[in-house]
């Protein structure tokens, strides 16, 4: 079983930035993916950002503003997000997928608002 936890969200004025971290209970390895969605209430969750080896993937809606990296411990991933927008506020969630299993945080709240 892995743990996930998150940490980094909350309120910040539109055209701002904020990191979310996310740590795991083990070591993965960099082959299995790795990465953040979100959701809103009434919709279903999204694909935000996913990194699994060499390879990123991003949502078209936040190409060029959101970097997915992984820190130089193999159990954590981060979420650069700059130029935020108020269409971002979500409750993100860090996800790991390993084999059959997919693996969720408690998700962490970001608001984008003036």
């Known amino acids: 079983q892995v743990q996930l936890v998150e940490s980094g969200g909350g309120l910040v004025q539109p055209g701002g930035s904020l990191r979310l971290s996310c740590a795991a209970s083990t070591s993965i390895s960099s082959i299995y993916p790795k990465g953040w969605y979100r959701q809103v209430p009434g919709k279903q969750r999204e694909l935000v950002a996913v990194v699994a080896g060499d390879s990123t993937n991003y949502a078209d809606s936040v190409k060029g503003r959101f970097t997915i990296s992984r820190g130089n411990a193999k159990n954590t991933v981060n979420l650069q997000m700059n130029n935020l927008k108020p269409e971002d506020t979500a409750v993100y969630y860090c996800?790991?997928?390993?084999?059959?299993?997919?693996?969720w945080g408690q998700g962490t709240q970001v608001t984008v608002s003036s």
């Open positions: 996800m790991v997928r390993i084999l059959l299993n997919t693996y």
